[in-house]
């Protein structure tokens, strides 16, 4: 199966707009592939490629002028570069107003501090990704939106963070009914006036909403397609691995693996690498999924695809990886 196969499984699942996340190892060829799929997706409907990875090879590549603005690339393609450091101050001003909301007592304290300690906290730069991540759901604009992710390993911490919410939100929900409820008892039999209402709690339910929606459109075959990426090497294959083990966790699977840079096998002999491309490239096809999983070689190019023109000459180089290689 080659490229053209795995897109046409994508465009098989509806929803709109249908998430693809490319996840793998810094440095596999993501951004390359996110273009690949985003041009081919674009033949069929309005597609948005969004790159969260901070290396931004997206802005060179695509030659995007502002980073955080979507630009029209060509027919119905168009691609925007997430902003890190943009979005966490916006991120972080709101985390000041809903302190202020929510706990005025703390208007004493300097909130824009307890802010700023947040914003330098384990996990902060994951829940900026995984906020953005969200909105592309509800992003009626586009057909199709490609996410090309950051490293792996946040990539599945991102991934993780909605199970991760439910879970302690559950338990926060618990302690503040009962807070609440103690609150209300005194007043009354202080008679005080009882404020039914509980502000916390009400953010509670919301925030366990939002996350509950979240989780079940990552793992929602129709809203939600993963894309791993590897190069044949033991490490991007380990990789690889382990995505999918997470993601089959998670109650997700992986519409497909890209194997990028294959090179050729006598040219692979002469380098003395033979051996190692045929054992990952035979690890990856050897590999597990849930369901049916697509796996497509891409040759390695004399110079790299930093263009979209060079992009969809890649693309056309694309391999069947249908069985392991002798």
Not at 236 to 257: C, F, M, N, R, W
Request: proline share 4%; glycine share 6%; charged share 25%.
């Amino acid at each position: 199966m080659t490229l053209e196969d795995l897109i046409e499984v994508v465009r098989g699942k509806g929803g709109k707009p249908h998430i693809v996340i490319v996840i793998g190892k810094g440095g596999v060829g993501k951004t390359t592939v996110s273009i690949m799929l985003g041009d081919l997706l674009s033949r069929s409907g309005k597609t948005l490629i969004v790159s969260l990875d901070q290396a931004k090879h997206l802005v060179k590549y695509l030659s995007l002028k502002d980073t955080h603005k979507v630009t029209r690339i060509d027919g119905g393609l168009h691609a925007v570069q997430f902003d890190l450091e943009k979005e966490s101050r916006k991120f972080t001003a709101e985390y000041s107003r809903l302190l202020k909301q929510i706990m005025p007592g703390l208007k004493v304290l300097n909130v824009e501090k307890a802010a700023d300690t947040i914003k330098n906290s384990p996990g902060f730069e994951e829940e900026v990704y995984l906020r953005y991540l969200e909105t592309l759901y509800s992003n009626r604009d586009f057909d199709y939106i490609v996410v090309d992710t950051p490293p792996t390993g946040v990539t599945l911490r991102i991934l993780n963070l909605p199970r991760t919410y439910m879970f302690w939100l559950g338990n926060l929900i618990e302690l503040r009914t009962k807070i609440a409820s103690l609150k209300y008892s005194i007043s009354r039999v202080m008679g005080e006036k009882a404020e039914a209402k509980d502000p916390v709690l009400d953010k509670l339910y919301e925030l366990r909403d939002r996350y509950q929606t979240l989780m079940k459109n990552l793992v929602d075959d129709s809203r939600t397609s993963y894309v791993l990426v590897a190069t044949p090497e033991p490490l991007p294959v380990y990789e690889v691995e382990k995505t999918v083990h997470t993601l089959q966790d998670l109650g997700a699977s992986v519409t497909g693996i890209v194997v990028n840079r294959i090179i050729e096998d006598e040219m692979a002999k002469r380098l003395g690498v033979y051996e190692v491309q045929r054992d990952s490239i035979g690890s990856i096809l050897n590999l597990k999924c849930k369901g049916s999983c697509i796996r497509v070689g891409i040759m390695m190019n004399r110079t790299p695809p930093d263009t979209l023109e060079k992009a969809r000459e890649a693309a056309r180089k694309t391999i069947s990886l249908a069985a392991p290689l002798p």
